[in-house]
């Protein structure tokens, strides 16, 4: 029902459209406004939410958690957790998984950046108040990059790391694991309180490192640490970024005597893969969509199916 109006009052007018109208224009008619409310008349109406803002249905089996920290700063832990979430998230034509990446760099965490995407003030209250943590506030807090992955942002300002506790983290992780195949969490450089809430809560901790000393020294440090505190250590798995080139010789030894004298094992190793990482970065895209045939981009792809088949041969044995 289309309402045309001269002269009602603002209350009756209200009355009427309570009454049923669907729309109203006033009279004299405007050019083309009566068109356009018949227009409007016959699109279908939009659904309450828009789909992709709904959470994934909840699984009670839980996801995947892969968490990512760099040991030292600029080593492309930030790089490698975007992509390889996006690269997860594309995993599968059939049957996309569903991905969510959390950045939990509450300071300087910059996966709203890498992806062009705004950061919400729901983030902050979300975190202020986890105790009220439901679906509802999750769902807010999230944006959505490009249909297929669902992003928590690092909050609008910068706030301490210890603003938030191990029963923070906990409710946030346990909600993203129920919804979400694979939880991404990209983590600060720093060591928190709860860091070894993320460190038991995930399957494998990706520590992103370099081929020379401050990387080493860190490696030393943070493996001290975490046996100190008997904790699970093994699910540390050492990323090389920048790693060298297999013809590199020289190298090469280098990295093998790394690997050596830390007493770690380095199989991932990610080649650099010069200015079009950054520059990917700075258009908020991932690597696929900028430079599909990137080293880097083809090794994280090769890292997310490998991850992703073992997930599947794990389901099937089960
Ligand atoms: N393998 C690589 N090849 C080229 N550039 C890289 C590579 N890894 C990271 N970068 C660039 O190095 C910078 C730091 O990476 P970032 O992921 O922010 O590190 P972190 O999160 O560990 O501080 C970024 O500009 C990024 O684009
Ligand atoms: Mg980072």
Redesign the pocket.
């Known amino acids: 029902m289309i309402l045309i109006a001269e002269d009602v009052s603002p209350a009756a007018l209200h009355q009427l459209l309570r009454n049923g109208a669907d729309e109203f224009v006033p009279y004299p008619l405007p050019e083309g406004e009566l068109q356009a409310a018949i227009e409007r008349l016959q699109e279908p109406a939009p659904a309450a939410a828009p789909e992709s803002a709904r959470l994934p249905e909840a699984n009670t089996e839980g996801g995947v958690v892969l968490a990512?920290q760099?040991l030292?700063?600029?080593?492309?832990?930030?790089?490698?957790?975007?992509n390889l979430a996006w690269e997860l998230a594309c995993a599968d034509k059939a049957r996309p998984p569903q991905v969510c990446i959390l950045d939990f760099?509450l300071q300087f965490g910059?996966v709203a950046t890498?992806l062009d995407l705004p950061r919400r003030d729901v983030v902050f209250e979300m975190w202020s108040d986890t105790e009220r943590l439901d679906e509802d506030v999750f769902r807010q807090a999230l944006v959505t990059f490009e249909d297929r992955l669902r992003v928590l942002t690092a909050p609008t300002d910068i706030l301490p790391l210890d603003m938030i506790g191990p029963d923070d983290v906990t409710r946030v992780l346990d909600l993203a694991r129920r919804h979400f195949d694979y939880v991404i969490v990209?983590m600060p450089?720093t060591l928190v309180q709860w860091t070894e809430t993320v460190l038991n809560a995930c399957q494998i901790y990706f520590a992103?490192l370099e081929l020379d000393m401050r990387s080493a020294q860190n490696c030393l440090r943070i493996k001290r640490a975490l046996q100190a505190e008997d904790l699970p250590l093994e699910k540390l798995r050492y990323c090389l970024?920048?790693a060298p080139k297999f013809t590199d010789l020289g190298a090469r030894s280098r990295v093998k005597r790394m690997a050596e004298s830390l007493e770690i094992g380095l199989e991932v190793q990610?080649?650099?893969?010069?200015?079009?990482?950054?520059?990917?970065?700075d258009h908020g895209l991932p690597l696929a969509s900028t430079a599909a045939k990137n080293p880097?981009r083809r090794e994280i792809a090769k890292l997310a199916q490998s991850l992703h088949a073992l997930g599947r041969d794990e389901a099937e044995a089960a």
């Open positions: 990512v760099g030292a700063g600029g080593t492309g832990a930030t790089t490698l957790a975007v760099s910059s890498f990209d450089t992103t970024n920048r990610l080649p650099d893969g010069g200015r079009a990482v950054s520059q990917s970065a880097l």
